[in-house]
């Protein structure tokens, strides 16, 4: 079984803070997503990394492949109320067939006071 | 449709019913995922289809649980004399299917189940 540990679990911090949000493991995947998921909606996608050492950045979120692809970190910047939510990463096991399932870590529940 | 739909997006039942959950997923996408959520957890995988067929359904927990996909579009899942640690967020998603993806999924909003 392909286990994703994401930690920490829970996070609350002001406004204007920085985090880092970190997903590891102990098998390679073949890409990484993460995924932001609001109260009562599903998880909507934020990035896939998929190269090892690979670094993507979306406004303030920076996102990290580690060099073995078994482990990923997102970074926030100057965090903000609208940050707020459950962050999940997810692994897939291949890009090509595409066959299977992801798997998904517990997540990160995010809170940012204003 | 534009994106992935789901209904019921709430049903409350009583324990020994059954229910069904249906997902309309991304038109043109040939790829469908169960997955189950429970609060502020992570996801939990159910089943998959590629078209019609359920290549993995190992993370079905027990015989009450079963999907079905037809036409390559709408999906069903079925869960038989519900029991109250069925109660949870069933999600579902799609992708494309094609060779190049890597592994991006687009979700519903769920449908929120509750086996009082």
């Known amino acids: 079984t392909q286990l994703l540990e994401q930690s920490p679990q829970f996070l609350s911090i002001q406004e204007g803070e920085n985090l880092t949000v970190y997903c590891n493991s102990s098998?390679?995947?073949?890409?990484l997503q993460w995924y932001r998921q609001e109260p009562g909606e599903g998880p909507v996608l934020l990035v896939t990394?998929?190269?090892?050492?690979e670094v993507k950045k979306l406004k303030r979120l920076t996102f990290q492949f580690g060099d073995a692809r078994k482990d990923s970190s997102l970074h926030i910047t100057a965090a903000q109320p609208g940050d707020t939510g459950l962050y999940l990463c997810?692994?897939?096991?291949?890009?090509?067939?595409?066959?299977?399932?992801?798997?998904f870590g517990d997540g990160t529940t995010l809170t940012v006071k204003p | 449709g534009a994106g992935v739909s789901q209904s019921p997006s709430n049903k409350v039942t009583e324990k020994g019913k059954d229910v069904e959950l249906r997902c309309d997923p991304i038109?043109?996408?040939?790829?469908l995922y169960w997955y189950r959520q429970s609060l502020g957890q992570g996801l939990e995988f159910l089943i998959y289809?590629?078209?019609?067929?359920?290549?993995?359904k190992s993370g079905l927990p027990s015989d009450r649980f079963s999907a079905e996909r037809t036409g390559g579009s709408v999906s069903t899942l079925t869960i038989q004399r519900t029991q109250q640690e069925d109660s949870a967020v069933y999600l579902c998603?799609?992708?494309?299917?094609?060779?190049?993806?890597?592994?991006?999924?687009?979700f519903g909003e769920g449908s929120r189940l509750t086996v009082l």
């Open positions: 098998s390679v995947f073949s890409s």
């Open positions: 998603a799609s992708s494309s299917g094609r060779r190049s993806n890597t592994g991006e999924l687009f």
């Open positions: 289809f590629q078209g019609n067929s359920a290549p993995d």
């Open positions: 990394v998929v190269t090892g050492g």
């Open positions: 038109s043109g996408h040939t790829a």
């Open positions: 997810a692994g897939a096991r291949s890009i090509f067939s595409n066959a299977g399932k992801s798997t």
